[in-house]
């Protein structure tokens, strides 16, 4: 049973969280670049694997994931747990309120 996202990260902690763990594979902005991980805007609310011009793995294009709050409280934890086979080589973030925050942060920049 995924477990659930509540309400109210912090944003600001959110953005320093993206920053150092996040930014050195992903940009936030629309029209950003690919980079070792996909452009993240208007992610929220897509089907996992489906931005343009990325190479993403079959395992994560067959997920099935639509990217919303609860989901990506669940994927944050352990990315290579929750979808087998990904490529994102990242061993995820225990901590709920650090997932929280960045969930706060992610949904006001990537947003469309």
Not at 3 to 9: D, T, V
Not at 26 to 42: C, D, M
Not at 73 to 88: C, D, V
Request: charge should be positive.
């Amino acid at each position: 049973m995924a477990k659930k996202a509540k309400k109210g990260g912090n944003e600001k902690k959110g953005a320093k969280t993206f920053k150092v763990k996040c930014s050195q594979c992903h940009t936030v902005e629309e029209g950003g670049a690919h980079k070792q991980g996909p452009n993240l805007y208007g992610f929220f609310g897509r089907v996992s694997g489906k931005a343009d011009g990325y190479s993403y793995s079959s395992a994560n294009k067959k997920s099935g994931v639509t990217w919303g709050e609860d989901t990506l409280f669940a994927y944050l934890e352990n990315p290579k747990k929750y979808i087998k086979g990904t490529k994102m080589v990242f061993a995820g973030i225990k901590k709920p309120a650090e997932r929280k925050d960045l969930i706060a942060y992610l949904k006001k920049s990537c947003t469309v």
